[in-house]
């Protein structure tokens, strides 16, 4: 059984940055390419970000492009995604996942999602 637990979340004036943590255990996190998405208040879930099992092929939603950076760091078993210049339109609850096997981009495990609230 393999968990995902997200850290790092909060409240943040416009502007800031806030980096998430995504710890995982119960499985070999470094084969798995992972991902992070975000649902905001009264919009459907929505992909943010992924990456690949190596921390190569970064791969971002248009919405954050040029502002969040994907990363991993598998001596760990730890995923982040570091969030800058963070706008008001940003705050959701954010998840982190992985995919459901070595070679696909097919998201199976989720984390319980945490909240990220920027002010105006």
Known sequence: QVQLVESGGGLVQAGGSLRLSCAASGRTFSIYPM????????????????????????????????????????????????????????????????????WSYEFEIWGQGIQVTVSS
């Open 35 to 102: 991902g992070w998405f975000r649902q905001r208040p009264g919009l459907e879930r929505e992909f943010v970000a992924r990456i690949s099992a190596s921390g190569g092929s970064p791969y971002y939603a248009d919405s954050v492009k040029g502002r969040f950076t994907i990363s991993r760091d598998n001596a760990k078993s730890t995923a982040y995604l570091q969030m800058n210049r963070l706008k008001p339109e940003d705050t959701a609850i954010y998840y982190c996942a992985l995919s459901k096997n070595s």
